[in-house]
């Protein structure tokens, strides 16, 4: 299994960029795929996720501005960003937690990370 990201580049502030993540392997059964952020010196922050029932869960620095999508037949997850500000610079990384079945802890799946840079 790899998680394969892309996406990411340059963008003014204000401006859109979407993210994509592909699975190129199998998982058999996903409990949820998200998106996660890092800047240098900070810990990885969990930036929006989607949950298999399809809920999602967004941080408050992106409610309103980013949508996580996905699709988990083709073990797809997006992020459209917009309205983009010069904070939201860093790494992006996506995720996905694989339900291993009962009793049996989450493995979770790290995609290798785009860099989005936001200038003003």
């Known amino acids: 299994v790899q998680l394969q990201a892309s996406g990411g580049g340059l963008v003014q502030t204000g401006g859109s960029l979407g993210l994509s993540c592909v699975n190129t392997?199998?998982?058999?059964?996903?409990?949820?795929m998200g998106w996660y952020r890092q800047t240098p010196g900070k810990e990885r922050e969990l930036v929006a996720r989607?949950?298999?029932?399809?809920?999602?869960n967004y941080a408050d620095f992106v409610k309103g501005r980013f949508t996580i999508s996905g699709d988990s037949a083709q073990n797809t997850v997006y992020l459209q960003m917009s309205s983009l500000r010069s904070e939201d610079t860093a790494v992006y990384y996506c995720?996905?937690?694989?339900?291993?079945?009962?009793?049996?802890?989450?493995?979770?799946?790290w995609g290798q990370g785009t860099q989005v840079t936001v200038s003003s």
């Open positions: 989607i949950n298999s029932d399809g809920s999602t």
């Open positions: 392997g199998t998982i058999a059964r996903i409990n949820r």
């Open positions: 995720r996905t937690n694989e339900d291993r079945g009962a009793g049996k802890a989450e493995y979770v799946y």
